[in-house]
Structures are given as structure tokens and as C-alpha cells.
Nanobody, 125 residues
Framework: QLAVMESGGGLVQPGGSLRLSCSASGSTLDAYGIGWFRRAPGREREGVACISNNGRSVAYGDSVKGRFTISRDNAKNTINLQINSVKREDTGVYYC??????????????????WGQGTSVTVSD
């Protein structure tokens, strides 16, 4: 059974940077497509970034374009989400998710098969 784990959340000041990481146990991730989602306080979960299994296809939610960068290192079984120029509205719980349609990059949560427990990001002075 594949278990997904996020790390790297915490407190960051506006304008700062943060890197979230996603890894897994029970399987390697190189065959899977990966997505990052977040749930901000009082808001519905939204897709912020996705990447295909070979890393050639990436996409971002409109609210994070130009500030977030998703990447993967299949040799290390890790997917990273680099967050730059952090804004207060980036506060929320960030989830890594895995889907079996590996060669696709998907921002819709319904396509995902496995989810991590989430890592919390708080943007504040």
C-alpha cells in the first residue's frame, strides 16, 4: 500500500520562500503523476501544481503561477514544491497526491488515488 508523506511546512514571513517535499513508502513514485493541493482556512481545496511521471508536463493554478515551482527527482523518490514570494493567502494545509495516469498532469482532485496527511504552512509576520 502506497503511503504519501509531506514535509517542509512551517511559519514563513510574507515575501519569503519555502520548499515542501513529497515522498512515499510502499512504492516508488516514478510511474505516477503527482499533484499539490492546498486548503486555505474557510476555502475549498484547490490544485496548485501538478507534474507528470517523467517531469515533462507541469501545470499551476492561476493564483500561484510565477511563484510556485514543482519538480521531481525520481532517483530520490521525491517531489518538491518551491514556493517563492510567499503571500498571506498562501496560508493553508498543503497536500501531496498521487494518481495512476502517470503521463498526465492533472489539477483536478478527483483524479487522485492516494493522499498524504498534509503539511501546514502559515504566512505571517
Amino acid at each position: 500500500q502506497l503511503a504519501v508523506m509531506e514535509s517542509g511546512g512551517g511559519l514563513v514571513q510574507p515575501g519569503g520562500s519555502l520548499r515542501l517535499s513529497c515522498s512515499a513508502s510502499g512504492s516508488t513514485l516514478d510511474a505516477y503523476g503527482i499533484g499539490w493541493f492546498r486548503r486555505a482556512p474557510g476555502r475549498e481545496r484547490e490544485g496548485v501544481a501538478c507534474i507528470s511521471n517523467n517531469g515533462r508536463s507541469v501545470a499551476y493554478g492561476d493564483s500561484v503561477k510565477g511563484r510556485f515551482t514543482i519538480s521531481r527527482d525520481n532517483a530520490k523518490n521525491t517531489i518538491n514544491l518551491q514556493i517563492n514570494s510567499v503571500k498571506r493567502e498562501d496560508t493553508g494545509v498543503y497536500y501531496c497526491a498521487v494518481h495512476r495516469r502517470g503521463n498526465m498532469c492533472l489539477l483536478g482532485s478527483a483524479f487522485y488515488d492516494y493522499w498524504g496527511q498534509g503539511t501546514s504552512v502559515t504566512v505571517s509576520d
